[in-house]
């Protein structure tokens, strides 16, 4: 009798960040079983559940498993099990599915990865402090645009326009997504837009420089599940081979059971030690500490004092006389308060703007007035928030103010005396410093939201919670775990350890609460001690702070107890209805739509593109049933379709910019040879040298067309890294452009040192990527001509050693004598100097301008490279649509008196900040605004510095950062906060 042969299974689970996936092979590689399910940060409990349902499906016959994946290793290890790494389990199923493949990517939950086969050698790149571009990002995006990922992906089949997006973090991409939101954007729009900026991400942040070319495999779920982020990818990367495999969710998972080898194990056996597994991590020593509150008589005391700063709710209904309103349309959600003439609260409304501020004030609008009764007169109406303008345009409020100073108002109401304020949103973070009754100093998070409310909300969720229900267990913990000041990512890293390690909901929901403080003051308002640098009467409002056990950690860190109106998150609101009723008047009545008007009300948007000047702005036409319209997107009064222009107010960025590009050569000369200079980093400062320089020598110039967004992607794929600031980058697509125009060579040179310009300086030295970055090209472009590249070392402050190394340099593709360079040498040193006296005498003059018309003037402090439109965003002429005189750095700095300074400064252009500082410190009604692009390392030194010079003579500093973000509505927040204040102190002194 023949005995039967067992079947033989072989398994592979790959266990990623977020989800777990599982396949079942036979004998013959046929997929028998496959699960894919998300384990909610509960490894260990959800693989449990996966084994279960396997032993119910094929009993407990002995199988082979082999782990795999990013949260596979420790746990593969500790139950005896195979585990093989991700790329050659990947590796592995694609050679056996399908040959050829030249390249892989593969998006994950929360990991990203490429992988490049070249024949033997097989190169794999992962994300690693960044999420951005993976599927937990499009979950983020999703919920924006009140969807998930399945509805981000119909979204997008019926685009029209790709706007902007970063991806290299869920914060950028908020920044960018939100304001469009509020400005009327179609969704459809924003989701390609989403699923470009994951293609952008994924092409500078992991493929580095490495083309991706050839034949490309698709694998992961997002790419799997979403066919319009698959259609992104091959229409942007021209791709013709794409390899999309049926089953590219658990792809991975086939390759770990194609490589499992090792001895069976029935399923019976691998659930015991995934039990044991458990146990043994249960009794394992985590950091924990002190509770947020000892008993519960200790929580009612703190809840009893906090009860104290509030206002009175009464019942419209029995409410006769004048109301005032405010509507506070914030970046996630939208905040109405309807007050009485004492402060009284008629009506409320908070709820999330679901991607549609618009229509969600109109609802909150029309239930407003089926609460109330013809004898409240609703006297004036108010907005503030990112949509402020929006808001007022669509249903005609009376006035809108910039939202710092609505919050400065309403913290005012609770108390007069207030020092310090901060408040903490979803994603936003504002924390303003008081002086005198003046805000002095305004800080705002741009880089990281893992001090905000999003950052809790985002685990509560993970774990299966209302955030309300998750706030509320951390009041119960005993033993909070400690997680530390880190970033989302990271976080979650933590959350999972603490898990393995048995720790109770209640008690990471206690510790995420005490690391949105602690993210909160030592990462974006950088205290070292709240109460000395900061004052102890301190307020604190926002939705997040009405998280009993987030506002108790604030008292924990700071040592001070703090007031939290009853209120909180809606401060804004309140502030913007205390300012409406300032501005009422007896005789007049707020022009806000009647419920009538409300009834009919109707609006479209309209996508366009301004062509007033070179920013190209996207605009968003928002037409109302009425006929009126409000256009956004503009970042100057052109585009907004303003009357009123400014044209004639000083402006020294659009005045160097043009300044530098009318060095041009002699379009009805001859010249022997062409030179290609890109238009990038020092260049902006140094054209005014090199053209006359290169004229002298019979050298035409030819410029690389301007910066725009379309010639940094022409570079974007050989930028061999995403931390190098967005100037850097540019330079990449600067160099495709003018190997296109076909000079006969192209000169960038490296140049250590700058000029030495003030003789208290220290040194003068450029910035490491400014003197060196044309070896990174070098190194990185190397699909161009570079034997017609020259990247000398050349110092300009040093004739003679300039001479003998531009000779050599310049010998293959020039006959010169160093007679002649000395000559050109001299012709182009006299016009730079000439340039830097001009841009000096234009300052001179932007400030006589100012002082005679009563103007606010800002110096905009930043580099050369800052002038371009491309890099600063246009933010120079929306400081001229405020109607404010702006000079640069450089225009005042030879003003300054000599001073030494408390830091050891090695920089020319540090030189230059310092010395700007110093100079405007006895101007009336000026200050001074930095420009800082992030990655920037050089710059972080100069904050603390330029401060302290700015502050010790009553002066204001801000600092703002940019990158590849283009909406500013971060940046106009507080430019007119800035100028608010500039205002106020100078009503004070009797200026204005």
Not at 74 to 86: D, N, R
Not at 287 to 292: F, Q, S
């Amino acid at each position: 009798m023949t005995r039967m042969r067992r079947k033989e299974y072989r398994v592979g689970i790959d266990i990623g960040s977020t989800t777990i996936k599982a396949v079942v092979l036979d004998e013959r590689d046929r997929i028998v079983h496959k699960t894919y399910d998300r384990h909610m940060s509960s490894i260990s409990i959800s693989l449990k559940a996966m084994f279960e349902k396997l032993e119910e499906r094929f009993g407990d016959i002995p199988m082979r498993f082999n782990f795999t994946g990013s949260a596979g290793l420790s746990l593969a290890k500790h139950i005896g099990a195979q585990f093989t790494q991700e790329v050659i389990s990947a590796t592995t199923a694609l050679r056996h599915h399908v040959g050829g493949i030249d390249v892989c990517i593969e998006l994950g939950g929360e990991d990203a990865k490429i992988i490049f086969f070249d024949g033997a050698n097989i190169e794999q790149r992962m994300n690693g402090t960044c999420a951005g571009g993976t599927g937990a990002f499009i979950d983020q995006m999703a919920s924006l645009l009140d969807t998930d990922a399945a509805g981000v992906n119909e979204l997008a089949k019926d685009y029209e326009k790709l706007h902007d997006i970063a991806s290299r973090c869920g914060v950028f991409a908020k920044s960018d997504i939100q304001p469009l939101l509020n400005q009327g954007a179609r969704k459809e729009d924003i989701a390609a837009s989403i699923y470009q900026a994951i293609v952008n991400q994924t092409i500078g942040g992991l493929s580095q420089g490495k083309k991706i070319r050839g034949k490309v495999a698709f694998l992961g779920g997002p790419l799997t599940f979403s066919s319009e982020l698959r259609k992104r990818f091959i229409e942007y990367l021209n791709l013709e081979g794409v390899y999309t495999p049926e089953n590219g969710e658990v792809f991975v998972a086939i390759g770990a059971a194609l490589e499992a080898k090792e001895a069976p194990f029935r399923i019976e056996e691998v659930i015991e030690r995934i039990k044991a597994y458990r146990r043994r991590h249960k009794d394992a020593i985590r950091k924990t500490v002190e509770p947020l509150f000892s008993s519960e008589a200790d929580y009612e005391e703190f809840r009893k004092r906090h009860e104290k700063a509030s206002l009175e709710r009464i019942d419209s209904g029995g409410y006769r006389g004048n109301a005032y309103l405010g509507i506070d349309a914030g970046s996630t959600t939208t905040k109405m308060l309807l007050i009485g003439e004492n402060e009284e609260i008629l009506y409320e409304y908070y709820a999330h703007n679901r991607g549609n501020p618009v229509d969600v004030t109109r609802r909150a609008l029309q239930r407003m007035y089926d609460s109330l009764h013809e004898g409240i007169i609703i006297k004036k109406a108010f907005s503030t928030g990112y949509g402020e303008e929006l808001i007022k345009n669509a249903f005609r409020l009376d006035g809108s103010e910039v939202e710092t100073i609505c919050h400065y108002n309403a913290a005012k109401y609770f108390d007069s005396e207030v020092d310090f304020v901060v408040d903490i949103g979803g994603q936003d973070m504002k924390c303003f410093k008081i002086r005198d009754g003046v805000i002095t100093t305004i800080i705002l998070n741009e880089a990281c939201s893992s001090g905000c409310g999003s950052f809790v909300e985002t685990f509560s969720e993970s774990l299966g919670y209302e955030i309300k229900d998750f706030a509320r267990l951390a009041l119960k913990s005993r033993e909070p775990v400690d997680l530390g000041s880190r970033c989302t990512v990271f976080m979650n890293s933590s959350v999972k350890q603490a898990q393995s390690e048995a720790a109770k909901t209640e008690d990471i929901s206690a510790g995420l609460a005490m690391s949105v403080i602690k993210n909160a003051l030592y990462k974006v308002i950088r205290a070292h001690d709240v109460k000395e640098e900061y004052g102890d009467r301190i307020l604190v409002q926002g939705g997040t702070f009405l998280n009993d056990a987030v506002l108790r950690a604030f008292e924990r860190e700071t040592g001070v107890e703090v007031t939290r109106p009853a209120i909180a998150g809606l401060m804004g609101a309140f502030g913007a209805a205390l300012l409406a009723r300032k501005a009422a008047h007896p005789a007049n009545h707020s022009t806000l739509l009647d419920t009538e008007e409300l009834k009919k009300f109707s609006y479209d948007t309209r996508r366009a593109t301004c062509r007033k000047c070179e920013n190209l702005c996207a605009l968003t036409v928002n037409i109302f049933g009425d006929g009126s319209r409000y256009i956004s997107g503009n970042r100057c009064e052109k585009g907004a379709g303003l009357e009123k222009g400014y044209d004639e107010l000083p402006n020294l960025y659009l005045y160097k910019y043009d300044k530098v590009l009318s060095y041009q050569s002699d379009p009805d000369k001859d010249y022997a040879k062409t030179v290609g200079i890109p238009l990038v980093l020092n260049m902006y400062e140094n054209i005014p040298f090199w053209q006359p320089f290169f004229d002298a020598l019979d050298v035409r110039v030819v410029y690389s067309d301007r910066s725009t967004k379309k010639l940094y992607e022409d570079g974007q794929d050989s930028i061999p890294s995403d931390t190098i600031c967005y100037p850097a980058k540019l330079v990449h697509g600067h160099m495709e452009s003018l190997e296109r125009k076909n000079p006969d060579f192209i000169f960038y040179p490296n140049i250590p040192f700058n000029f030495n310009e003030s003789p208290h300086a220290d040194n003068h030295f450029n910035c490491p990527v400014v003197a060196h970055y044309p070896e990174v090209i070098n190194a990185n472009m190397d699909h161009l001509d570079l034997v017609r590249f020259l990247q000398p070392y050349l110092t300009l402050n040093d004739r003679k050693k300039f001479i003998d190394v531009a000779h050599a340099a310049l010998a293959p593709h020039l006959r010169v004598t160093k007679t002649a360079l000395k000559k050109a040498y001299d012709k182009g040193m006299a016009a730079y100097g000439a340039f830097r006296e001009d841009v000096q005498k234009e300052g001179e003059r932007a400030l006589a301008y100012a002082r005679e018309n009563n103007l606010n003037t800002i110096v905009l402090a930043g580099r050369p490279y800052h002038v371009d439109p491309e890099v600063n965003h246009g933010i120079p002429k929306l400081i001229r649509s405020l109607n404010v005189v702006l000079v640069s750095e450089d225009a005042v700095n030879h003003l300054a008196q000599e001073e030494r300074l408390g830091v050891l400064n090695q920089w020319t252009y540090h030189t230059r900040l310092y010395d700007a500082a110093k100079a405007i410190k006895d101007m009336e009604r000026v200050n001074l605004v930095q420009l800082v692009s992030f990655g920037c390392g050089l710059d972080a030194i100069t904050t603390d510095e330029v401060q302290d010079i700015l502050e010790k003579n009553g002066k204001f500093y801000t600092q703002i950062k940019i990158d590849e973000i283009s909406n500013l509505g971060a940046v106009n927040i507080r430019l007119r906060s800035l100028l608010s204040t500039m205002k106020k102190e100078a009503e004070g002194h009797g200026e204005a």
